[in-house]
């Protein structure tokens, strides 16, 4: 009994430390899809670019790590916000291949570009030394950063479930997803809505993508990569939905650390297949509207 | 709805007469051949002769063709928009190359099976996500593909996982026509093959059948309205698709004599998608112009500088929707229609 322990905390720890993560890129993602009926496939690419703001911050320019990401968040977010106006607007609600050709093509020219200023290796992301090292649980070396990452992972996920229930903005977000045309009729103006929640998507992705460049490493390809977990989180999720898809990274995040620990060879096979199987008992996701 | 319920004063037998043979002429000419529609194959016939260095990528691209064709089928005709199609193209292509790794390297029984097996594999599979739709419909599509992939990299026993399927050996074409280096056997046999898969999209989407698959593509309540078994249909289309596909996949493999884990890849789908678009979806030969002008670009501007090759095509892409929907048959199409009203 006492040998399952450490096992079951090193899983639970680490299957944490992936949740947060995706759940803080994926989040954006839900909002898009539900609110604004837009497939962004590009998404992963605000990650992306977050993460390589910020090494690069840190790495050339010498900057304390916090403000480093924090910069690396208000960049990616002005971005999105001008590619929002100028390209996503458009495509709302509109015909799905359209979208999907839109933002593949984004993501094509996210790794062209990323290829071409960072290089095709694994691009570094320097941790500050007090976030190094590693913790004993229960006879069990646990790394200090990802310890702060839960810990981060949870603050934002407690302020943006606050901020949903009790702003103007999460009472306006949450009015659209439930009816679109109703929150349009009384008044509230949903073009700026999108364009806040827009931002906000990719703020938290780029906020993911920065913290989180241990846990998906940080490569050219990364939007593509890594675009199946981002979408099964949502889709499982929920789409619209801002707690669904937490749940979904939970249990995408912990199945998944479990299953590359006992039984490597399966991969990420059984992932997809519960994905299959949960998409097919509930079409809307678990918590779909 | 309106038009259709009968007025009080009675239609002119003449003028109805007239609207009845206007649409069967409309119907005869699309099941008529065109001149224009030798032009493809006349450039195939002349690339032949005139770029006998180039048989090798010819040959992926004839191949490619037969991709893209099931994919218009899908996305052009029933309406069916899929991000996971390599599924079906990469279950034909490890099919026939594993028949030839393993001792059995016939290519035509070997396409045959393959387009079986990928057949199969796209009914089983549609019968289940094709239950779903939009989104949710999209992601199964690209967890299918996924589930795949993963398949074929972890059972590396068999497959060679990401090194590759490695030891193919191809026998000649009907016991008579061997692979030759420079490519001229391969080049013929993927052109058979697309022209036979051709000839049976033609029938098809010209057919009753892929009549009611553009009625479900636009309006799905008025087909079941009229009774057509809609889930049937699609599933029926869905699993010819996964055939045209197998074989294309199949080809690539038998003429290359390798199976990558590339061709279960999200990439691989995503690129005839963006193959397909370039040309005009829902119009059979959009495949005809998209793939070669894809492909062709891709040979030459991807060995000089691939890391720009990404970022071009993803621009040209998001310009492609922006400004020129429906490709480059739509394009011309426009073009023509000018033309003529300005006669």
């Known amino acids: 009994m006492s040998e399952y322990v450490p096992a079951l905390i090193s899983i639970a720890f680490h299957g944490l430390t992936l949740a947060m993560v995706l759940y803080l890129i994926s989040v954006g993602l839900s909002v898009t899809m539900g609110l604004m009926g837009f497939v962004n496939l590009a998404h992963g690419a605000f990650a992306m670019a977050g993460g390589y703001v910020a090494s690069t911050l840190l790495a050339h320019f010498g900057l304390p790590f916090a403000i480093a990401i924090l910069l690396a968040v208000v960049v990616v977010t002005l971005v999105s916000v001008v590619l929002e106006r100028l390209l996503y607007r458009r495509f709302y609600g509109g015909v799905e291949l359209d979208q999907v050709l839109l933002t593949m093509g984004l993501i094509f020219i996210s790794v062209g570009a990323a290829t071409y200023i960072w290089g095709p290796l694994p691009q570094p992301m320097q941790i500050p030394r007090a976030l190094q090292g590693g913790i004993d649980v229960l006879g069990r070396i646990l790394p200090v950063y990802r310890l702060f990452l839960i810990i981060c992972g949870a603050i934002i996920v407690t302020l943006l479930w606050l901020a949903l229930e009790r702003t103007r903005f999460g009472a306006q977000l949450r009015a659209a997803v439930d009816n679109l045309r109703m929150a349009e009729t009384v008044g509230i103006n949903t073009s700026r809505l999108f364009a806040s929640a827009f931002a906000l998507g990719s703020g938290l992705a780029a906020l993911g993508g920065a913290l989180g460049a241990e846990v998906f490493a940080l490569t050219p390809g990364y939007a593509l990569e890594h675009l199946v977990y981002f979408l099964i989180v949502v889709a499982v999720g929920g789409l619209g939905s801002i707690r669904g898809p937490f749940f979904a990274a939970l249990m995408v995040g912990i199945t998944d650390t479990a299953l590359k620990y006992y039984v490597p060879e399966l991969g990420a096979f059984f992932i997809y297949l519960l994905t299959m199987a949960i998409l097919l008992r509930y079409p809307r996701g678990l918590m779909g509207t | ?343």
């Open chain 2, 1 to 343: 709805m309106t038009s259709e319920t009968p007025t009080t004063s009675k239609p002119n037998t003449a003028t109805r007469d007239v609207a009845a043979t206007a649409a069967m002429d409309a119907f005869a000419r699309t099941h008529r051949l065109s001149p224009l529609e030798a032009l493809p194959w006349l450039a195939a016939v002349a690339a032949y002769f005139v770029f006998p260095d180039y048989l090798a990528l010819g040959s992926q691209i004839l191949a490619t063709i037969i991709f893209a064709l099931s994919v218009d089928l899908l996305i052009g005709y029933a309406g069916i928009v899929t991000l996971g199609h390599a599924a079906l193209f990469g279950t034909g292509a490890y099919t026939a190359g594993l028949l030839a790794a393993n001792g059995w390297g016939d290519p035509v029984s070997g396409l045959l099976i393959a387009a079986l097996v990928s057949a199969l594999v796209g009914c089983v599979s549609g019968a289940l996500i094709l239950r779903t739709h939009g989104l949710t419909l999209l992601m199964q599509t690209l967890v299918v593909a996924a589930l795949l992939y993963e398949v074929a990299n972890k059972a590396g026993y068999y497959t060679g996982g990401g090194d590759g399927l490695q030891g193919m050996e191809v026998w000649p074409v009907f016991g008579l026509y061997r692979f030759d280096m420079l490519g001229k056997v391969a080049y013929l046999y993927c052109l058979t093959v697309l022209c036979v898969c051709w000839l049976v999209m033609r029938i098809v989407v010209n057919s009753a059948f892929g009549r009611s698959l553009m009625g479900i593509r636009e309006n799905v309540a008025r087909m079941h309205a009229i009774g057509t078994p809609v889930e049937r249909r699609k599933l029926m289309a869905y699993t010819l698709s996964a055939a045209l596909a197998g074989i294309s996949g199949a080809l690539i493999a038998q003429t290359t004599g390798f199976v990558g884990l590339g061709v279960l890849s999200l990439e691989r789908s995503g690129s005839i998608l963006i193959m397909l678009i370039i040309g005009g979806v829902g119009q059979l030969y959009g495949a005809f112009i998209g793939v070669p002008l894809y492909m062709i670009a891709q040979d030459r501007f991807a060995t000089i500088a691939p890391v720009f090759w990404y970022f071009w095509i993803g621009l040209f892409m998001v310009f492609l929707v922006l400004f020129a929907r429906g490709g480059a048959l739509g394009i011309l199409h426009r073009f023509v229609r000018r033309k003529e009203g300005g006669a």
